[in-house]
Nanobody, 128 residues
Framework: QLLLVESGGGLVQPGGSLRLSCVVS????????IGWFRQVPGAEREEVSC????????HYADSVKGRFTISRDNAKSTVYLQMNSLKIDDRGVYYC?????????????????????WGQGTQVTVSS
């Protein structure tokens, strides 16, 4: 059974940085594209970024382009989200999710329903 565990959230001031980690166990990460999502109370969950199983394809929401960087280390079964120049609007619970893919494929999901396993989330608070 695939298991995703996020960590790295916390309280940071505007302009600060955090690095989130998503550790995957139960199956080889080489067969999964991974996405990061965030959600605040009362709002829909939004996709922040995704990365293909090969790392060759990455996508970012317009709101985070140039500030966030997604990466992965398949040998460590971990996907990272480096978040710089954080804004108050970046707050929320951040989730990672997996989507079955071909081995070292270049595909990144285009819709949330394509992700089938989710982590429990990690809280990010941006406040002065």
């Amino acid at each position: 059974q695939l298991l995703l565990v996020e960590s790295g959230g916390g309280l940071v001031q505007p302009g600060g940085s955090l690095r989130l980690s998503c550790v995957v166990s139960g199956f080889s990460l080489n067969y999964y594209a991974i996405g990061w999502f965030r959600q605040v109370p009362g709002a829909e969950r939004e996709e922040v970024s995704c990365i293909s199983s090969s790392s060759k394809t990455t996508h970012y929401a317009d709101s985070v382009k140039g500030r966030f960087t997604i990466s992965r280390d398949n040998a460590k079964s971990t996907v990272y989200l480096q978040m710089n120049s954080l804004k108050i609007d970046d707050r929320g619970v951040y989730y990672c999710a997996s989507a079955p893919s071909s081995y070292n494929g270049d595909w990144c999901p285009g819709a949330e329903f394509e992700y089938d396993t989710w982590g429990q989330g990690t809280q990010v608070t941006v406040s002065s």
